[in-house]
């Protein structure tokens, strides 16, 4: 194991030496964080399905020459990737879909069919291939338009664009498959997820990596309305500590349920720009722009759920997640 990985701490059980794991979306921001974690704790066999859409190959490049890593060029939308994928493996952390809510406003159609059809392709492939767990990402976004805060799993509201009603549709699709094919599943509500290998560049970039380019690097960086709305910014090891408890747990109270994925704090948008400026020694300012359809307001967590049923304690707050993803950027990008 790697002395300056996050990764230090484990949170599975010894049955990760016998364990085949199927991460789909690892070439991707926290899927490559996950198969990192997995390699550096002795996971028998980590493959990926990727299509490289918005992954990359530089995010897989350290485990290249790793004998326990395998990399599938794959397409979730066609079901005999999914099939090709799911040969031999024991466990499944599915994170490959299209994110982000704009892009999702403006092509539904391709988010349906990578986070939609794309789900119950890999879904049906797992059950066939008799795969004993299967979890998933969905998204804080299913809390739509609830206004109660913080978010608690059985409390719903309107769903606010097409990638919620994809999130939403996940969650139903995996009541049903445990209830009918008697799966093991279990799915993760990510609440704003930051941290290495996040990309900020494109026009889908989430704000905390835009942040940084701009913080540290010079370029231009908006502000969506007033930038007082609230979000539960999560470091992303948290979000993988909640993906290996999710895949190793024992406890069978906690199967087919969803668990929010957070940290049980909310930060303004302003204050995280702050704190980021105040980590990078910058005081360039953001320019102020309309809000965006589709957002919410404000998004605070309940984690308890997670914490008695999954064993789940957020390691990282905002601010040490914060200094981590700085120092990468920092390394990262400083000759890009
Ligand atoms: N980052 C967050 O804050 C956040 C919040 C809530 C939910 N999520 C969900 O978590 C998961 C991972 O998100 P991320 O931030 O790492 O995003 P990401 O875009 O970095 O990773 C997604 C990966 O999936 C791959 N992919 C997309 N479509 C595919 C397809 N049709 N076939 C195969 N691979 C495909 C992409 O190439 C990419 O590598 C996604 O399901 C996302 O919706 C993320």
Redesign the pocket.
């Known amino acids: 194991m790697s002395t300056t990985s996050v990764y230090d701490k484990a949170y599975h059980n010894s049955s990760i030496a016998n364990a085949s794991i199927l991460v ?8 490559s964080n996950l198969v990192t974690y997995l390699l550096e704790h002795g996971a028998k066999k980590v493959r990926v ?8 190959l530089r995010n897989i490049e350290p485990f290249r020459n790793n004998p326990a890593f395998e990399f599938i060029e ?4 066609k079901p005999e990737d999914c099939k090709r994928a799911c040969e031999g493996i024991d466990l499944i952390s599915h ?5 982000s809510v704009p892009r999702s406003i403006k092509n539904p159609l391709a988010t349906s ?3 939609t059809t ?1 789900f119950l392709n890999i879904l049906l492939a797992a059950r066939d291939a008799g795969v004993k767990r299967f979890v998933y ?5 299913v809390y739509g338009d609830a206004t109660e805060s913080p978010k608690i799993e059985g409390r719903l509201g309107n769903p606010l664009s097409p990638y919620a009603v994809s ?1 939403l549709t996940n969650e139903l699709y995996a009541k049903v498959f445990a209830m009918h094919y008697g799966m093991e599943i279990i799915g993760l ?6 941290g290495p290998n ?2 900020p560049n494109g026009p889908y970039a ?1 704000a905390i990596p835009l942040f940084m380019n701009s913080l540290l690097f010079g370029k231009d960086a908006v502000i969506y309305g007033d930038g007082g709305q609230t979000r539960d910014f999560t470091f992303v090891e948290n979000a993988v500590q909640a993906n290996v408890r999710a895949l190793f747990t024992e406890n069978k109270e906690a199967l087919n349920k969803v668990y929010n994925v957070a940290v049980g704090e909310a930060v303004s948008v302003n204050d995280l720009y702050e704190t980021i400026a105040g980590i990078a020694g910058s005081n360039k300012r953001p320019e102020y722009v309309p809000e965006r359809k589709g957002d919410i307001k404000n998004s605070l967590a309940d984690i308890s759920q997670a914490k008695n049923l999954l064993g789940y304690d957020p390691r990282y707050k905002i601010r040490e997640g914060l200094q981590v993803t700085v120092t990468w950027f920092r390394k990262a990008y400083e000759n890009a």
């Open positions: 789909t979306g690892g070439a991707g921001f926290i899927g399905l990727d299509n490289l859409s918005n992954g990359f794959g397409d979730i939308t994170q490959a879909a299209l994110g069919e990578a986070n794309g990402a969905s998204s804080s976004s999130k509500r990510y609440f704003n997820v930051f996040q990309d989430a």
